[in-house]
């Protein structure tokens, strides 16, 4: 008693889960050479379950005493055995009642499965005919699958095998079973039979040669009579063989049964016939099959039975298989489907690796999709097993490489987890146990020793996640939904048609259209594959645009710019909003696409609306002092900020194309953009006026905002009307000679050539304007504006407000100037008619020559300058008394113009459409062109392009021109009443 318990803590602690039990198994084995039964207890602590091998070891030996002896002169023998009995109780039980097939384990490869499981029924593999009787020919069978089972199972253990060559072989094995099956079925209905060409095809994994080692085993069957044989008979025979061949596979006897084979794939499922001629297969499919039936003959291949007129079955239906995604709603169906068997499976949740979320399945079907939609145009992707096709998909640039390596990687180790699981009993399941024992022989068997539990759940559970992640990213692309949709003349980009196609579409250019496509797209690279994946659909969304030529041409020079950087198609093909939205972007502004060609890198920021919200002003700000700060020279620090504006433009710009902000917002995100580049570019130059002065500046410096920027309304060809204010702490002659270097040097990096729009400073409504100083004192400011400020002048203070600089200057500078622009009282008479007959003569002179002026959108009647001028009398006849009227920007002064009671709503409403409709117009005419203009187009192609970028039908541009005259005609008449009085 005292050697067992020493000898069952010493098995304890080798791994063992219950020492005492191991201890008396292992008395069992004892032998004369006692160093050997040590030898085999040493190796059994290695396999997945000790515990389990040491049982059926012993109950192998009590059978077969021979089988110690053999297994003590044969160490590659005893590794193959322990490794079977370790995880499969169900094959170690075998053993047991064939111990002799142990044999088996020794012979390194084995011969073909269909000669040998034929043999095995009594039938001669050149004339299958079984000689045995029928009980008997099934026990056969099943003694033999079993036994090549346990042949593949020991060499798949110990690592012999890889995981594709193990699933290729259950599948030839199970097919030769088939073939055996038939065999037996054959002589079951003897030499009356009417005779009956009859082939089965393997469905799902067994037609992809990756199937499990435990499954229902789906087949469909055709038939035809032999030449002159009637077709009804025939039939009734081939159906006979057929279920008499599912029987012989799946029928219990005192070796079991093998697997069910499965016909409910067949046309019309389990309520069809289960044998149809080939025409009658056809004929269903072309006329009522569903979406599901193609994905599922996706995998169909000929497995036993008439192997000619199997391949005649395939090559007939590969044809509809591959043409299926164009069926309507195709994309939508297989979503909808792999739906319904979560739904289906949601009671066994996350631990079902086959059926649940980042299961198996999630996997193949996002790869059967991928394949479905795209395989059609590219047959390099139609394979019938899933590691094999996800391969193709990424070498052709379906899949990313790194998703596809994720897939790959969930995939293998969810399918050798499925095969450990069904090993155990050889029973089919897909759900992961809970007890921790079967955890820890899972754990084990997948090579983790030290904590088997908790790595194999971490393992698998990180899988799982990433299966997921790639199967929502994957399956629910939106682009396959775009490209299942596309006439295949039209995906094909290449056919004689094409150039009447794109013309149709809406391009302008067809030739110069196919030049940039067969550059994209020509050659065997990577990126040309992805670019023929991406372009079909490309072209249908540039098409929806204002410009599909412009959209294309943009396109290429970003690609071109782009095509090398590996992210940047990648981006395209699994992030269908960035592809979709850039399109809208490239085919509506050229303005936006000469950003983007200059700024490729904010490519990205089309992918989400949250990244197109304007980012605030404080973080930009800081964002460019820490570019000027970066750099020595002012130059090269001023070069940085407007590369951050460049991006900070497309961001804007992008947004107001797709409807994401207003034309208020759009002026305020200008505006503030242009703050922080003046003062970007102030403190570029204050730090290189300082260097050269070696010494610190003797003066505070401002930069007051003026005009639109002043307002806040900034366009996107907006200059930036300032002032230069200073405040020396010294000497003030030094003070303004340092001052006016920093404000000229401003003005220099500012227009400095760049690959970007210029921000230029224009300081012309300064006091005296040209003709006046650059740079003035407060002091000064205050002087002039004293003695001899004119009502322009204080109409344009109107919209001064501080931009840069020196912020307590800038304060003192607002205070003062708010005695000039919000005069106490308010203006006189003879300050209303002088400003009312500036108003008249600069709509009389300053009106561009040849302009139309009901068309001009600034000048013309009921455009920007009535609106404005409305707006700024009011202001200098009552901030005074009304603190809501004191804002520097047009709208605002509206609103609070008829909250008290100084405008009518209706007024106010006539005067904000108007305005918001003529910013709209140069906004979009700076858009779409690239270049600024301010009347409503007169050439009716730019004019189309105006209106279709406004949000006009593509045949509105007539609506869109009388929308303008109507609109301005009623701002017109408020503003004559309102401003003039009439």
């Not at 919209?799 to 304060?811: I, K, M, V």
Request: aromatic fraction near 6%.
């Amino acid at each position: 008693m005292p050697r067992i318990e020493s000898t069952a803590a010493r098995l304890a602690k080798l791994g063992f889960a219950d020492g005492a039990r191991a201890a008396r198994l292992a008395a069992t084995l004892a032998t004369p050479e006692a160093g050997e039964a040590e030898e085999l207890l040493r190796d059994l602590v290695r396999v997945a379950d000790p515990d389990l091998a040491l049982t059926s070891l012993t109950r192998l030996a009590e059978r077969d005493p021979g089988v110690l002896r053999t297994l003590s002169g044969d160490r590659p023998l005893r590794e193959r055995l322990f490794a079977v009995l370790g995880v499969s109780a169900a094959l170690g039980e075998h053993l047991v009642r064939h111990p002799g097939q142990t044999a088996l384990l020794a012979v390194p490869e084995l011969g073909d499965p269909r000669d040998e499981l034929l043999r095995a029924v009594g039938a001669d593999p050149a004339a299958p005919e079984p000689r045995a009787g029928a009980g008997d020919a099934l026990v056969a069978l099943r003694v033999a699958y079993r036994g090549r089972l346990l042949h593949l199972a020991a060499r798949d253990l110990t690592g012999a095998a890889a995981h594709a060559e193990v699933t290729a072989e259950l599948s030839d094995l199970a097919g030769a079973a088939l073939e055996a099956a038939l065999a037996i079925a054959r002589a079951e209905a003897g030499d009356d039979a009417e005779p009956v060409r009859l082939a089965v095809i393997g469905m799902g994994k067994c037609g992809a040669r990756e199937l499990n080692y435990i499954s229902d085993v789906d087949v469909v069957f055709v038939a035809e009579p032999h030449d002159g044989a009637d077709e009804t008979k025939a039939l009734r025979t081939a159906t006979r063989l057929a279920q008499a061949m599912m029987r012989a596979c799946s029928a219990a006897t005192p070796e079991g049964a093998l697997w069910e084979v499965d016909a409910g794939l067949r046309p019309e499922g389990r309520s069809g016939p289960l044998v149809r001629t080939l025409a009658s297969h056809l004929a269903y499919y072309r006329r009522w099959a569903k979406t599901w039936e193609f994905q599922a003959l996706l995998k169909a291949r000929p497995v036993a039975g008439d192997a000619e007129l199997g391949a005649a079955y395939v090559a007939a239906v590969n044809d509809l298989v591959w043409s299926a995604a164009t069926r309507e709603n195709f994309v939508e169906d297989v979503q909808a489907m792999r739906r319904r068997v979560e739904e289906h499976v949601r009671a066994e949740g996350e631990r079902q690796i086959k059926l649940g979320p980042g299961g198996l399945r999630d996997i193949e079907f996002a790869v059967q999709l991928l394949q479905l939609v795209h395989g059609r145009l590219d047959p390099l992707l139609r394979r019938k097993a899933t590691l094999p096709a996800l391969a193709a998909l990424s070498r052709g640039g379906y899949v990313g490489r790194e998703d596809a390596r994720g897939l790959a990687e969930a995939y293998t180790f969810l399918r050798r987890v499925e095969h450990l699981l069904q090993l155990y009993r050889l029973r089919r399941t897909h759900v992961l146990p809970a007890a921790e024992e079967d955890l820890r022989r899972l754990g084990r068997a997948l090579g983790t020793q030290v904590d088997p539990v908790g790595e194999f759940t971490g393992r698998w559970r990180r899988h799982a996640m990433e299966a997921r992640r790639l199967h929502e990213k994957l399956f629910y692309r939106p682009l396959l939904q775009a490209v299942a949709r596309l006439p295949e003349s039209e995906a094909r980009l290449s056919t004689s048609a094409a150039m009447a196609r794109l013309e149709a579409l809406g391009y302008v250019d067809p030739p110069g259209a196919l030049r940039h496509i067969a550059a994209l797209t020509s050659g065997v690279s990577r990126r040309a594959a992805i670019q023929r994946t991406l372009l079909p659909v490309m072209l249908d969304w540039f098409a929806g645009t204002p410009d599909p030529d412009a959209g294309l041409l943009g396109f290429r020079q970003v690609s071109d710019k782009l095509g090398s950087t590996p992210w940047y198609l990648r981006l395209l093909r699994d992030e269908t909003a960035v592809a979709s939205r850039m399109a809208r972007v490239l085919g509506t502004s050229r303005y936006a696409t000469g950003l983007l060609t200059h700024a490729p890198e904010a490519v990205p920021l089309l992918g989400s609306d949250a990244d197109l919200a304007a980012r605030p002003a404080a973080a930009l700000l800081a964002e460019a002092t820490a570019a000027v700060s970066r750099h020595d020279d002012a130059e090269s620090a001023v070069g940085a900020v407007r590369a951050l504006r460049r991006k900070e433009l497309f961001r804007t710009a992008v947004a107001d194309i797709s409807g994401l902000i207003d034309i208020e917002q759009v002026g305020v995100a200008l505006s503030e953009l242009n703050d922080v580049t003046i003062q970007a570019a102030l403190d570029a130059a204050i730090a290189k006026v300082t260097l050269e002065r070696r010494a610190p500046l003797p003066t505070r410096v401002a930069v007051i905002a003026m005009g639109r920027l002043g307002g806040m309304e900034c366009s996107y060809a907006s200059d930036a009307d300032v002032m230069f204010v200073h405040a020396p702490a010294e000497a003030e002659r030094d003070a303004t000679d340092a001052a006016f270097a920093v404000a000229n040097e401003v003005r220099r990096l500012l227009a400095l050539p760049a690959p970007d729009p210029p921000l230029l400073i224009d300081p012309d409504l300064r006091p005296e304007g040209r003709q006046g100083p650059l740079v003035r004192t407060l002091a000064s400011y205050a002087a002039y504006y004293a003695r001899w400020s004119s009502p322009w002048e204080s109409q344009a203070l109107l919209r001064a407000r501080f931009s840069a600089g020196d912020a307590g200057l800038g304060a003192e500078f607002t205070e003062m100037i708010d005695r000039i622009r919000y005069p106490a009282g308010g203006i006189g008479d003879d300050a209303v008619r002088e400003i009312r007959r500036l108003k008249a003569r600069m709509e009389a002179e300053r009106l561009p020559r040849g302009a139309d002026p009901a068309l001009h959108t600034k000048l013309g009647p009921g455009g920007l300058s009535d609106v404005e001028w409305v707006a700024q009398l009011l202001q200098l006849r009552h901030a005074h008394e009304h603190p809501s009227l004191r804002t520097t920007r047009t709208l605002e002064t509206l609103r609070a113009a008829v909250a008290a009671e100084l405008l009518g709503p209706a007024d106010a409403e006539e005067l904000t459409g108007a305005w918001r409709f003529a910013s709209r117009i140069r906004d979009a005419i700076m858009l779409i062109k690239g270049r600024p203009g301010d009347s409503v187009p007169v050439d009716v192609r730019e004019r189309r392009l105006a209106a279709r970028t406004l949000g006009y039908a593509p045949d509105g541009s007539e609506d869109f021109l009388n929308d303008y005259r109507r609109v301005t005609r009623r701002a017109r008449q408020v503003m004559e009443r309102v401003f003039y009085g009439s």
